[in-house]
């Protein structure tokens, strides 16, 4: 069991990292003193573990309320829907709500608890590895607005948040493998140990050594946390965490979200940043070889191939851009970044020619 603090300053967490912990959450959530709880989760995650799962919670009071799966369900119509949920339940102020799922459930619970009776006390349970690694720490919840991803949200830091690795049996290689990116990404900014742990790592972390892999998520948590507990609200430590995403976000939009998963997107994001560092000379080639080899071995992706001012476009459109301007985070080494605030036009330009031309393993359709 390893447990990482969080310390942001009015109300630290815990993140507790333990095989089996989803089998006894009453055990966990007992001390919490809750007269009742609303479990929210997807009915694919409810399907496959809620065996294990309803024993340990039979000491308590607590409903189920089921969010059906992907992105498109993190809207205002689901969140009515949770809301309606906790009136039945007659959940009061000194209630709970424990989101067990991936970061869409992660986000939308978080966000319903919130919001519902000015802000309960919510549990992040998460079931993907991106969601264990990323979304779950840190206290961003949100809902989409129709036109645009993340749109509405606030910060609530949840309680605390369970991490039982045993989840990640069921869940598809393609979705271990989009978390893997963020875990990698968390090694390139600030954990070299990491990250030479992730070089040894089989493909989409396919029959990984189960200690190696709790320990990879170990160290991701801890230097997300460790960011989160000295900038909450992000101002420019949090902005580190970007690392990948600015170009990554771009391809997604620009692909409508259909080519890549996040996580794939991120990776093509994570070698552009590295490509975009070394050309200014703040990265060695050796070590944007060793980062676009890394991205590179965690399996197949799908091909870039992207209209270059498409991306631009969408880069300018970015919710962190100031007067068309996109602060960037480069890597200077592996295990350290800065932000460079003057990253030009053509300067994407070149990077988006030089991955154009890149050998990489190809992700067959489907
Ligand atoms: N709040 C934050 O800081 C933050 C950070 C990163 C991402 N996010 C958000 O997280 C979301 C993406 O999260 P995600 O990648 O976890 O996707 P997801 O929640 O959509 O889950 C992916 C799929 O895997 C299934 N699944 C989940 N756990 C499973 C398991 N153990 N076994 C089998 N199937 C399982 C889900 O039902 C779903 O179909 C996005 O909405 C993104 O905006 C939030
Ligand atoms: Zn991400």
Redesign the pocket.
Known sequence: MREIRVAVPDRPYVVRIERGASASLGRLLGPLGRSRLAVVS?P??WD??RDRIRPGLADLAWTEVLVA???RQ?NARTLQRLYDAFVTARLGRDGLVVAI???????IA?FAAATYMRGVDWVGV???L??MV??SV?G???INHPRV??MIGAFHQPRAVIVDPA??????AR?RQ??AY?VLKCGIIGDRGLFDALRQAPPSLEGWDAEKLDEAIASACRLKANVVGKDEREGDLRRVLNLGHTLGHAFEAVTEYRRF???EAVGWGLVAAAALARRRGLLSADDFEEIASAVDGLGPRPRLGLAPERVLDAVARDKKAREGRVPFVLPTAIGAVTIVPDVTTGEILAVLDELAQRRTPARRRG
Do not use: R, Y
């Open positions: 997807s694919t995650i496959k573990h799966d992907g992105e993190k799922g991936g970061g869409v459930i992660g986000d978080g998460p079931t993907t991106l969601a990323d979304s840190g961003k919840v949100c991803k993340n989840f990640l049996g069921t869940l598809p979705q989009t978390g963020e998963t996040h996580g």
